[in-house]
């Protein structure tokens, strides 16, 4: 495919549930960023990683937040004992390299937590 | 700190009209990106144009112009002959160059056009 891609697109979960939500960047793109954004808000940063590497996790809000890119293209965010704040868009974006390059954004997914 | 406001919550406008989206940005950096992003109702965020700190020459792409102003901080973004298509929320976003390139957004404009 030629953009991002995220799956689920749509995830309802039980507070307390763990989630997995999975981006598949633009083939080829070093860079990859996850953000949330909640209803109204403008999207907020949470991660972000360099190949396999995650050089910043500074946006993640708790420990319960965890994300990788074992082998620099496909990234998973996992949230673990979902709560009700949780619920937003989580959107991911890549970009070919850093340096204030363009970011391309998946369709987001959207987490609801009951 | 680096901040991004968008003080316009909400603009409606009649198809036709010209519009601006205002954006004013805070950095204590001299090197910088800013950015504007259109999400219509599907969700996805789509690019639109980039600018470097050092470029203030202003630019014309269709019915879209912006106009950057490091005086006052300012990156506003105009759209001429308003369509209807063009109703969506815009987002203005800065990036602090190394500083992991990470956008940080502001709240928003939703823009609504009206047949």
């Known amino acids: 495919g030629a953009g991002v891609s995220q799956s689920p697109r749509y995830k309802v979960a039980k507070r307390g549930q763990d989630v997995a939500l999975r981006c598949d960047p633009i083939?080829?793109?070093?860079?990859l960023f996850w953000y949330q954004q909640a209803l109204g808000q403008g999207p907020e940063f949470l991660t972000y990683?360099?190949?396999?590497?995650?050089?910043?996790k500074s946006g993640l809000p708790s420990d319960r937040f965890f994300a990788e890119r074992p082998e620099g293209s496909v990234s998973t965010l996992k949230i673990q004992r979902t709560q009700q704040e949780d619920s937003a868009v989580y959107l991911c974006?890549?970009?070919?390299?850093?340096?204030?390059?363009?970011?391309?954004f998946g369709p987001g997914t959207r987490l609801t937590v009951l | 700190a680096q901040k991004v406001t968008q003080a316009q919550t909400e603009i409606s406008v009649v198809e036709k009209e010209d519009v601006t989206l205002d954006c004013v940005y805070e950095?204590?950096?001299?090197?910088?990106?800013l950015f504007w992003y259109k999400q219509p109702p599907s969700g996805e965020l789509v690019f639109l144009i980039r600018?470097?700190?050092?470029?203030?020459q202003n630019e014309i792409s269709g019915r879209y112009s912006w106009n950057f102003q490091k005086s006052t901080s300012s990156f506003n973004f105009t759209i001429t002959a308003s369509q209807v298509v063009d109703s969506a929320v815009y987002f203005c976003a800065l990036s602090i160059k190394h500083n992991t390139d990470k956008l940080i957004f502001g709240t928003g404009t939703r823009l609504q056009v009206f047949p």
């Open positions: 974006a890549s970009s070919f390299i850093r340096g204030g390059d363009e970011q391309f």
């Open positions: 083939s080829g793109h070093v860079s």
């Open positions: 990683f360099q190949n396999e590497a995650q050089l910043d």
């Open positions: 950095t204590r950096d001299t090197t910088y990106y």
């Open positions: 600018r470097n700190s050092f470029d203030e």
